[in-house]
């Protein structure tokens, strides 16, 4: 298992975790459909990593695009998944929607986090397995006088 999806599953355990805590001290606090949208954004977040690391191995060059389209892709899913759920009328709508986007954004942080330390590579100026600079300033560059 990749160290994004033990991070997925320890995140989800975390609110889950918390879930249980709020339920038993604070049941005001907690959605009754919390669980049904915790598995959603944990496979939206799953997909849209697997998406993104699969276009990045495919062309690393493409990795901003390949990280885009995965964002694009999951912020439209969600907006159709919100739009369902509060076309159903559902109970505590308020509570509903920060529930939803306290779990979005926290899955997203742990996705842009992976996105990042994959990306880390490529910082440098050079593509991991290529010989040459990429993007690098041309006074920067060795030149041929040299």
Do not use: K
Request: glycine share 8%.
């Amino acid at each position: 298992m990749s160290p994004f999806y033990r991070q997925l599953l320890a995140l989800s355990l975390v609110c889950i975790t918390i879930a249980a805590a709020l339920g038993r001290w604070a049941p005001a606090w907690l959605h009754p459909w919390f669980g049904g949208l915790l598995a959603f954004v944990v496979g939206i977040t799953a997909a849209a990593y697997a998406l993104t690391t699969r276009l990045v191995r495919r062309d690393p060059d493409s990795a901003v695009t390949a990280y885009l389209g995965s964002v694009t892709v999951r912020l439209l899913t969600s907006g159709v998944f919100l739009g369902i759920v509060l076309f159903r009328d559902p109970p505590q709508v308020w509570l509903l929607v920060i529930t939803f986007f306290i779990l979005y954004f926290s899955f997203t942080g742990l996705e842009i986090r992976a996105v990042v330390r994959t990306l880390r590579p490529f910082s440098n100026g050079t593509s991991p397995g290529a010989a040459s600079p990429i993007g690098q300033h041309p006074a920067n560059r060795p030149s041929d006088s040299e």
